[in-house]
């Protein structure tokens, strides 16, 4: 049990790391591309 335990944890952690490298990668794209605006404008619309 402790095993499936260790298993879980470190695939939601992986999955933790992944996600904030993510948000970070995009938010500098936006940033120096000044995009952000169209980006928001984009969800928007989808949402």
Known sequence: METII???DSIIQR????V???NSDS????INHGNFENTQQHDATIG
Do not use: G, R
Request: hydrophobic share 35%.
């Open 6 to 8: 260790s298993i879980v």
């Open 15 to 18: 999955s933790i790391d992944y």
């Open 20 to 22: 904030q490298k993510l």
């Open 27 to 30: 938010s500098k794209v936006d």
